[in-house]
């Protein structure tokens, strides 16, 4: 198992967009946490609310679903991955180009899932759609850069540099493997794996796009 702590790409700009989606993110896992304590009732309301439930689709909560997290451990995961590599694809598209195409993998993400579990009434939450789509752009982008990886085996650990390409494609590897393994089975409150994989294919198919998308970055 292994776990990256940090990447050696330097960025250019200061990531504005990055900072503030991990802090609003932060901010409405703070209150669903605060009201699981208070009013666990009106916790599952909210998470009904503003969750994406594929048997119900709503376009809204096709966006506010990617606010939402379902514990400590996913927040954690999400926002630590999103600080390790979205600063250099922010850098590399511009603030603006990089807050449109958080969005476009997110729903990219939302929308493979619940095509491939129309039926679910669980609610879907979770950012790492489209995360998933900034870690497709960073390896197609810095497939070279150097990441820092905590390898684990058994009770031992250590650290080792490894390129994006390898860490990013083992980590979509592992996605897949994964997602083709629900297939058929019933995966009730699980990982929604396929909103992985569409939300990192969508960001390797939108750094195409995004090349030819002029934006004035402020």
Request: hydrophobic share 55%; glycine share 10%.
């Amino acid at each position: 198992m292994f776990f990256p702590y940090k990447d050696d790409n330097p960025r250019v700009l200061i990531p504005y967009v990055t900072y503030s989606l991990i802090a609003f993110n932060i901010f409405i896992f703070l209150y669903q946490f605060g009201t699981e304590f208070s009013d666990p009732e009106a916790a599952g309301i909210f998470i009904y609310a503003f969750g994406l439930i594929p048997a119900d689709f709503s376009i809204i909560t096709m966006f506010t679903s990617m606010f939402l997290h379902g514990g400590i451990a996913h927040i954690i995961g999400n926002m630590w991955f999103l600080w390790i590599f979205g600063d250099n694809v922010e850098s590399t598209l511009g603030h603006v180009k990089f807050a449109l195409f958080y969005l476009l993998c997110g729903v990219a993400a939302a929308l493979c899932q619940v095509l491939m579990n129309p039926g679910s009434e669980i609610p879907m939450v979770g950012a790492s759609g489209a995360i998933a789509g900034v870690l497709g752009l960073y390896m197609i982008r810095f497939p070279r850069a150097r990441v820092h990886v905590f390898i684990f085996i058994l009770i031992f650990f250590t650290t080792i540099r490894v390129p994006a390409n390898i860490v990013l494609g083992f980590w979509f590897f592992n996605q897949l493997t994964n997602g083709m393994g629900t297939l058929g089975l019933d995966t009730t409150g699980g990982v929604a794996w396929f909103a992985h994989i569409g939300g990192f294919i969508a960001g390797i198919i939108l750094n195409q796009a995004f090349k030819l998308i002029q934006i004035k970055s402020m």
